[in-house]
Nanobody, 120 residues
Framework: QVQLVESGGGLVQAGDSLRLSCAAS????????MGWFRQAPGKDREFVAA????????NYADSVKGRFTISRDNAKNAAYLQMNTLKPEDTAVYYC?????????????WGQGTQVTVSS
């Protein structure tokens, strides 16, 4: 079983940067596709970014393309979401996800989420 724990959320101003971390246990992140999703109040959870097991494929939602970067650190068994030029519409609970298949937005394991609030 894979456990995922997110951290790094907080309250920032528009234009600021924030890096979310996702610590994994139970399996090495190098063997998993990693992803990030978010859910704003009153809205459905939406895809943000995905990274293939080999690291050669990245996929982003159009709304974050060019501002967010997904990455992993195999030595730390963690994944990250670097978020730059944050906007108030980025406010949401951000969830880390992991899966056993590449090139998909379907994931098998989920963290509990971390709140990101961007003030204008």
């Amino acid at each position: 079983q894979v456990q995922l724990v997110e951290s790094g959320g907080g309250l920032v101003q528009a234009g600021d940067s924030l890096r979310l971390s996702c610590a994994a246990s139970g399996r090495t992140v190098s063997s998993l596709a990693m992803g990030w999703f978010r859910q704003a109040p009153g809205k459905d959870r939406e895809f943000v970014a995905a990274l293939s097991r080999g690291g050669g494929w990245r996929n982003y939602a159009d709304s974050v393309k060019g501002r967010f970067t997904i990455s992993r650190d195999n030595a730390k068994n963690a994944a990250y979401l670097q978020m730059n030029t944050l906007k108030p519409e980025d406010t949401a609970v951000y969830y880390c996800a992991a899966g056993v298949s590449d090139y998909t937005r379907d994931f098998n394991y989920w963290g509990q989420g971390t709140q990101v609030t961007v003030s204008s």
